[in-house]
Structure formats: C-alpha cells, structure tokens
C-alpha cells in the first residue's frame, strides 16, 4: 500500500488539528481492512494511538489519547482521518497511518495485536508548544 499523510504542524497546547491520509491498495480497497493511526515521538517507540473497523463502526483509543481524538474514514475517498483535539505538548511526534495486513479484523483485533507492516508513509510531524 501507499500511504500519504498530511495536515500536520504546530498548535499550541488545547488546541486541534485534522490529520488526513490517503490510501493507495493495489489490486485491493482499503475497505476490507481496518486502519490505524501510530506515532513516534523523538527517541521513542511507535505507538498505536487509534484503530477503526472495515466499516467505520468501531473504534479503539489508546489512554493517553482517549476522549481527546477521533479516527473516522472514508472508504469512497480511500482516507482515513483522525482529529486531535485538547492537544498536549506529548502528543508531539510524527504521525503515521497504516493498513491491517489481514482483512476483514475489527478495530479491537487490531489494537490487541498491530500488524507487522514494513511499508510506511513519510508521516506528518505534529509539534505542540507548551
């Protein structure tokens, strides 16, 4: 898959961004599959932060960001979103999104266990200043 994420950039802390992401799946839609949302901050680990079903009707949030984003999608569009709102200076980090390698799992399937994926976007980095 292609991934290309943008809507990044700096805010200050309580404020909101949109991130977007465009899916590109050859020989495949990105309807079958459930997405999601990791980030890395600066000499950290990816995380998880957002997982959603195929079909848009279930989600899943990691704590520190629970209450605080929504992952939605648009299959029609091939886009997956995840508005972030109440922004903190540790949700500084580059954003990535990726694709389930399994079609067909629900958002909690792919939080429990994450796909093994090595193909990534190039990310967006959000910066939020305290």
């Known amino acids: 898959a292609r991934l290309e994420e943008s809507g990044g950039g700096l805010v200050q802390t309580g404020g909101s961004l949109k991130l977007s992401c465009v899916v590109s799946?050859?020989?495949?839609?990105?309807?079958?599959?459930?997405m999601g949302w990791f980030r890395q901050g600066l000499g950290r680990e990816r995380e998880l932060v957002a997982a959603i079903s195929p079909g848009g009707l279930t989600r899943k949030y990691g704590a520190s960001v629970e209450g605080r984003f929504t992952i939605s999608r648009e299959n029609a569009k091939n886009t997956v979103y995840l508005q972030m709102d109440s922004l903190k200076p540790e949700d500084t980090a580059l954003y990535f999104c990726?694709?389930?390698?399994?079609?067909?799992?629900?958002?909690?399937?792919?939080?429990?266990?994450?796909?093994?994926?090595?193909?990534w976007g190039q990310g967006t980095q959000v910066t939020v200043a305290s």
């Open positions: 990726n694709k389930d390698r399994d079609p067909g799992r629900s958002a909690d399937s792919f939080f429990r266990s994450p796909p093994v994926v090595d193909s």
């Open positions: 799946v050859f020989g495949d839609t990105m309807d079958r599959y459930a």
